[in-house]
């Protein structure tokens, strides 16, 4: 996301004030400009269409992302990686390969989940997304998706003092005192919502900014309820986080794909490279990512 920032010099020796209303009128002026630089929307960001790429042989696409440990990170040596930057990589290689392209990555990273959303929405041209995004239909009607890359299960979990419940009309019981810690604007806010409704009417929902976040905050104490991808679950647990996974809860319905804006001229391209040489999902190269960033066991569960 291109913000517009303004620098302004405080601390410049002025030699002559020989008239207060001069100070009064810059100081007026100076938070005039900051008031309006705070207010400003920014722009919605653009880049090269397909279209325009292959007439010039070149071009810059812009891929924003929200951080997620294994799928888009910075590693140790300071490299942003992840199994869906590294996707992305890979489709930007079999474009300059398979078309005789010189396409470069400009890379955006968003921490909100909804404001990453909105901007891949009111973007144009070529840019995409990732933050394991599910496709629905009622989405499919403001952004478009490439074919999945991963089906999800949505993992319902409390703190380990609370007992797994065994049907899902036990949480009325088993959660109650409990408050909702939801990321918002996913559907998993959705999913919290319809239990609130219909079987903890008094609970309340709170918002953390991050997975890590709600992670974090759901092993700090008994006092929320939340749903993390599979995945999430899957390494706190491994990190020995005091988290019960209740699997009468989940939901393993969900894939995950890349987003583009709904006029996209790119995602026919997306849907090629996904299908070329039997599918990109079946390839050594897909599976060495998976394993690579999320370990051997998660992939293998996800693969399957």
Known sequence: MHLFTVDLIYNQPIKK??????????????????TA??????????????????QMG???VTLAYVPSDGFSYVDEDGRLTGVTIELVRDFVDYVNVQYGMSVSIDYQPIESFSTFYETVRDASGGVFGVANVTITEERKEEIAFSPPYMTNIATLITHNEIPEIS?????????????????EGTLHQDRLE?????????????????????????????NYFAYVDIYNYWRAANDDAPLQRHSAGDEASEQFGIVMPLNSDWHHIVERFFEDEGGYLNTDRYRYLMETHLGEELAELLLE
């Open 17 to 34: 004030a020989p008239d207060m209303k001069i100070k009064f009128t810059v100081l007026s002026l100076s938070l005039l400009i900051i």
């Open 37 to 54: 630089c705070g207010t400003e929307q920014p722009e919605p960001i653009t880049n090269n269409s397909w279209e325009q790429v292959q």
């Open 58 to 60: 070149e071009g810059v």
């Open 167 to 183: 049907d899902f009309d036990e949480i009325g019981s088993a959660f109650s005192g409990l408050e909702a810690l939801a990321f």
């Open 194 to 222: 319809a239990i609130i409704e219909e079987h903890l009417p008094d609970a309340e929902m709170e918002f953390a900014h991050s997975n890590n976040e709600i992670i974090e905050r759901v092993s700090s104490g008994n």
